[in-house]
């Protein structure tokens, strides 16, 4: 085989490193730590429909029409029975966050695993989409 | 010698299509969307003993069988983000003289995991996607690392089992591909 490949490291390696942390740190800065202060609520979509929006502070949860018969609502669990599969959500006014807990997706479950605080919640087999909402939107929609 | 090439492609794909299997037991890496990516391994595989064309059918053969087991939604974000990392590694191996594999595997796992989380801002329309994408990268960088570790150690010990036991470095000399 080529001798090329015999060396770990080589002279360039560091450029390649370098350019590499750069990015990483631009993107750092861009996206990073920010963790939405205002967060008022937030939505759920089923493959981009809107079917649902909390809000936090009321402690409500609003349905649309259509869809009543896919969101079951007990309390502070929400459970999602689409045609594209089962979520089980589970929603803390105080904290003003939500948290997948249950989900029938595939092997790996990434949706359970999912931070509310970066603003999106995603089960992708499922096509379902949890976004947070700021305070000063929940009022426009109303 | 094209049927040697052949069975070495579908050596590799089938082991692809398992370490993917493997990988998707796990839970995820700390950040979700981000994988281990030993499929990458056999990507630069593939790229090193055989040429881009084998390469394109493995990562296309990989996805889509992979997309029989874990559904075929996974498609929109696996096949792009294989193909995207397939043609860089092939353009970052026409430098291997100057950059080491590991190196060269390090942006592989940085870049899948970014345009996976790409297609997902696409999909679901909604920018905030992209906030994870800091953390996927850094963990694309450490899973890349670790990688081209084991694509390293494989080819300096592969390499002589191939080429004394199986006589595969008649593989790269026959360029006319008969059989």
């Known amino acids: 085989m080529e001798n090329s490949f015999k060396k770990p490291f080589k002279k360039l390696d ?16 861009f996206a990073g730590l920010e963790k939405e202060e205002n967060v008022g609520g937030c939505e759920i979509y089923i493959d981009n429909r809107l079917i649902a929006i909390l809000n936090f502070s009321e402690k409500s949860v609003d349905v649309e029409d259509e869809y009543k018969n896919v969101v079951l609502v007990s309390g502070d669990i929400i459970e999602i029975n ?43 087999p499922h096509k379902l989409v949890i976004k947070s909402l700021i305070k000063s939107d929940i009022v426009i929609i109303k | 010698m094209k049927s040697k090439r052949i069975a070495l492609l579908g050596v590799l794909t089938t082991l692809s299509i398992i370490m993917f299997l493997i990988e998707s ?26 040429d881009l064309p084998s390469g394109i059918v493995l990562v296309l ?7 029989m087991f874990g559904g075929f939604s996974a498609l929109i974000y696996s096949l792009p983000a294989g193909l995207c990392s397939l043609f860089a ?17 390090a942006p592989l796992g940085t870049l899948h995991n970014l345009v996976q989380n790409v297609v997902f801002c696409l999909v679901t329309k909604s ?12 963990l694309g960088v450490l899973c890349g690392v670790f990688t081209g570790f084991v694509t ?5 010990k592969f390499s002589l089992i191939l080429i004394n036991k199986f006589k595969i470095n008649e593989i790269q000399e026959d360029e006319s591909g008969t059989i």
């Open chain 1, 14 to 29: 560091i450029l390649v490193y370098i350019l590499l942390l750069v990015i990483v740190v631009l993107l750092f800065l």
């Open chain 1, 82 to 124: 689409s045609s594209y599969g089962y979520n089980k959500i589970v929603v803390d006014y105080n904290n003003k966050t939500v948290k997948v807990t249950e989900a029938d997706c595939g092997f790996s479950k990434e949706c359970k695993h999912m931070d509310f605080d970066r603003g999106i919640i995603i089960c992708a």
């Open chain 2, 25 to 50: 037991l796990f839970p995820p890496l700390i950040i979700p969307g981000a994988k281990l990516g030993l499929g990458n391994i056999f990507v630069m595989l593939t790229l090193i003993y055989l």
């Open chain 2, 61 to 67: 053969a990989k996805c889509l069988i992979s997309a």
């Open chain 2, 89 to 105: 590694c092939y353009f970052l191996l026409k430098l291997k003289s100057k950059i080491s594999i590991i190196a060269i595997s």
């Open chain 2, 127 to 138: 920018i905030k996607v992209l906030l994870y994408a800091p953390y996927l990268a850094l």
């Open chain 2, 152 to 156: 390293f150690l494989l080819v300096n």
